[in-house]
């Protein structure tokens, strides 16, 4: 059974700092695996989504890498700033119809 | 202005009712998805649909209905049966797999937190 874990549960860091958010998973039969960000008491906002056939994606400050074999991903926030407080899911989708799977998340908070 | 719109923001339940959960896409997308999301955890998967007039169950449909008669609109009925109902809703859309082959990226509604009185 596939299963999601995100570590750290929760951070705290001063605004400038870069970061590395960590997302493991059991089974590395994936498709692909995709980050969001939650700000709270809202939907989910599609960051990057790395196929499994990648080894990273790009976006702006965000950078996500996918090592399939050793089951990890990671997301690597350069220059963060306040308003990259929120948490961080990360979810990896397994079976034919597209299911997918979540971690529990990271919150993220970047203060002044 | 494309998207996916869910409604109400917020509902109360009181026990033993049956409430329905809206969730509006004109995304043009053929696969929709509702998920619940607990404090401190991740989003399980309650039920999905690839096309319309057909619908599966996901990790956790007890107590939960769907029905899919129109592409646009995936309603979910939280039924008395579910026992724990209080949590966030998601609802999420997709062009399915065949289409898009494995990219295939879910979008995400604002949600609808769901409170038991």
């Known amino acids: 059974k596939q299963e999601v874990t995100q570590i750290p549960a929760a951070l705290s860091v001063p605004e400038g700092e870069n970061l590395v958010l960590n997302c493991s998973f059991t089974?590395?039969?994936?498709?692909?695996l995709q980050w969001f960000r939650q700000d709270p008491g809202k939907g989910l906002t599609s960051l990057l989504l790395i196929q499994s056939s990648q080894r990273e994606q790009t976006s702006g400050r965000l950078n996500a890498s996918l090592d399939k074999s050793s089951g990890r991903s990671t997301l690597y926030i350069a220059a963060s700033q306040p308003g990259d407080s929120a948490t961080y899911l990360c979810a990896v989708r397994a079976g034919g119809y597209n299911k997918l799977i979540f971690g529990a998340g990271t919150r993220l908070a970047v203060h002044p | 202005d494309g998207g996916i719109t869910q409604s109400p923001k917020y509902l109360f339940r009181k026990e033993g009712q049956n409430v329905t959960l809206s969730c509006e896409q004109n995304l043009n997308h053929d696969a929709m998805y509702w998920y619940r999301q607990d404090p401190g955890q991740g989003l399980r998967l309650i039920y999905y649909?690839?096309?319309?007039?057909?619908?599966q169950k996901g990790d956790i449909a007890e107590g939960y209905s769907v029905s899919r008669e129109k592409k646009e609109s995936f309603p979910l009925t939280v039924t008395s049966a579910q026992k724990n109902p209080t949590a966030f809703y998601l609802c999420?859309?997709?062009?399915?797999?065949?289409?898009?082959?494995?990219?295939?990226?879910?979008?995400f509604g604002p949600g609808t937190r769901l409170t038991v009185l």
């Open positions: 999420a859309s997709s062009i399915p797999p065949q289409v898009s082959g494995r990219k295939n990226e879910q979008f």
């Open positions: 089974d590395s039969a994936i498709y692909n």
């Open positions: 649909s690839q096309i319309v007039n057909d619908f």
